[in-house]
């Protein structure tokens, strides 16, 4: 207990000493910010860090959260000699093994992520495997990896370790306090009351684990996680067991085991977890554990005796179970709530947050005292979730699925089952009539493909050509050939008006959006440091009136930015109108000879020019039409009150009849998009990147006056670009399928990995997209000239590079001509002859993302 006298306020009040709360206060104290309290309902460790295993494994899927845990492991390395207090660390690495054949392919993919990565990690025989883990059983496997700098540490001394160093710096720690309100003012919080007392503060930080929820709700603010039951057990002494032995993962069977005190831990993540606390996690939990579950656990003890035959005679000394929070997508929760300014949340470390907890508290910590993550932090940013999330039957039924997605063969385009469907467009019953198989996103269901028959709407995961590939190559051509009907209702929409809608919008964007009333342009959103925060499209509706058109998953982020940047003192208000309209894309070179049966407006270029948005009758409904697409093709996105969705989509479907036309799902307009260079959020557009990088200088207007980023972009502008946004194709017959993630490599040396890919089914092989470090070099066509491949589980596919789309309509550079579809795509000629389109794509940018 700290011998301080209890405060009135603080600069920041940090709720929770886990080893989370105790790494942001380090990492505050560390920033220069010395007043900052701690406050821990019981003693510190005492919630679910205490029981915790230790293991720190080193490589994640997203090369920045790889960098949280690789910047913790130094950081463990370090604290004892810089404050005294021991964390157990020990750099014992760690074994992974295979059991099918699939995740012998998964580790070739995960060693060529970790090249890209900087990770060490080497792909081992069985035998070294065998000899690096002597107690292991091995006749059955088929592969193994071996990840030389994972390490094994003692959670409660690194959270001592942590509180330590903070407290040398300057914090104030006080246990047995426990916070029981948050207090806020004008939107923002100011404070906290204590079952000692009030503090004040600029900033509060719920660090609270599985209690994050509550608290967040003492303040109105949506902390989406669950607890689940955790187990391992801990045997006694087993012969061949040193504390030098790696650490075992072993995730068919579901396991992972360490050597503790001669002993082994092993403990897993059940394909089927067990959710706890439904009805709210008790205040009193000090060092709480829950009655053993040998049910529960079976499965893992099942595998465990495969992997590790001496376990059948050893003792087991201790069954651990301890409740943990999980979130409904597996990765954790950070950053500022966007429901209350000045309070920030880093919490649901879902059975990773020890490894991460260095990480985490310093980009918190950067992010309190600078305002804005200092890195790309979309994968755990708050703003991915909305209101919704924080439903508690929902994440009751999510939770049994997320802690076995851990060990879970993490499948390209690999769709969560619980909590579905949640959020349906009015043409859901329609097209799942229609034997659309839907995936989910930002809780809506969404079509990703249409099937021949109920039975084919299903997806076989594999890392080759899965079932729905004929479905979507059909989609696909129909697109490019005659036309295609795609429900877009999930993107996220906005209204912003007042007087000063515009002069805040040009503040906000990149692009010049004082265009005329009928205009849409395609913008970035960008931060101080000329980085994008969103690419949205803006369109015009009325002089102090527009729509803001962004993706699906970005509508917290998005009114999140807008509002908090909104200048001040002007009049413009945000309203997120999503749910009041739905959207329907007609797309193809058809689409303007499908719309015109159905309206009375001209369709023409002179009257309705790309880039356009008016409102037209379509049938008996009024809507706004937006020529755009993003597809690279004719066509036009309706956007439409929607108790007009299904009215509509009949009226289309049936007229479409006489062009061929089909709906068309979202894997398809992946591969489309691919095709046409067209960038997505999240992926080839995020924080780390600018718009230099990823090839957008058309879409930044620095002469209009200032805007949000300008002055970094203007910097940036000086020099040529540290990396460079590619487009990349293989053509050849027998090139495996890309997903995503694939290293790249210039002249045989990692340059970079791949942001998304895809089958494009017009150049007829992989698509992709992928940042290449450039090494200050200019990127020229001498630059592009040199050998690129992408690593696909091991085998090295040359790649041709690109600064421009593969695709182009006009057929000016469409890389490769499948044979079947020489009819209308022709490579000699390069012209395509029996249909007359519109080169919407060439003067195009996407109106929306997927
Ligand atoms: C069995 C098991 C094994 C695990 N193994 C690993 C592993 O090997 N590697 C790894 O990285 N992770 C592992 N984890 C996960 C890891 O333990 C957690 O991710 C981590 O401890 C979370 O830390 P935290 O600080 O967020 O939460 P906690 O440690 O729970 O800290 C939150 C604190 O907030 C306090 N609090 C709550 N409400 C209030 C309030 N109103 N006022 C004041 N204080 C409050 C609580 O008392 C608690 O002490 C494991 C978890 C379990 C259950």
Redesign the pocket.
Known sequence: MASHPFPDSARAVI???????CSVAYHLTKLGWRDVVL????R?????????????GQLRAHQNMTRLVQYSASLYQTLEAETGQATGWKQCGSVLVARTPERVTLFRRIHAAARAQGVACEIISIAEAATKYPVMRTDDLLGALWLPDDAKVN?ADVTQALARGARMNGARIFEQ????AIQHKNGSATGVA?SRGDINSEVVIN?????AK??GRLAGVTVPLHSAE???IVTGKIDGVHPDLPVLRDPDGYIYVKEEVGGLLM?GFEPVAKPWGADGVPESF?FGMLPDDWDQFQVLMENALVRLPSLETAEIKTF?N???SFTPDNNFIMGEAPELKNFFV??G?????????GGAGRALAEWIVQGEPTLDLWPVDIRRFARFHGNDHVLKDRVSEVLGLHYMMPWPNRELMSARPLRRSPLYDRLAAQHALFGSKMGWERPNFFAPTQHDARIDYSWGRQNWFPYVAAEHKATREAVTIADLTSFSKFLLSGRDAEAALQYLCANDVAVPVGQTVYTGLLNARGTYESDLTVARLGADRFMLVTGTAQATRDADWIRRNLPDGKHATLTDITSAYAVIAVMGPRARDLVARLTKAPLDNAAFAFGAIREIGIGDATVLASRRTYVGELGWELYLPTEYAAGVYDALMEAGSAFGARNCGYYAIESLRLEKGYRAWGRELTPDYNPYEAGLSFTVKPDKGDFLGRDALIAAKAKPPARRLLSFVATSPDTPIAHGGELILRNGEPVGDLTSAAYGHTVGGIVALGYAATGGARVDDAWLAARFEIDIAGERVPVRASLKALYDPAGARLERVQEKWEPVFRSDAGQIKNLERDDDSKKSYPALKA
């Not at 510190?44 to 720190?56: E, I, M, R």
């Not at 306090?177 to 029981?180: A, K």
Request: overall charge negative; glycine content about 22%.
């Open positions: 709720i929770g000493g886990g080893v989370i709360g406050l821990e309902q019981g510190l460790t005492c919630g679910t860090t205490w029981h915790a295993a230790g293991l720190v959670p306090t426990r916070v029981t204590t660090c609270a684990g599985q209690w509550a608290v955790h187990m391992y403990g000090e651990m301890g409740p943990e880093a919490a470390f879902n059975s990773i947050g020890i490894a991460s907890g």
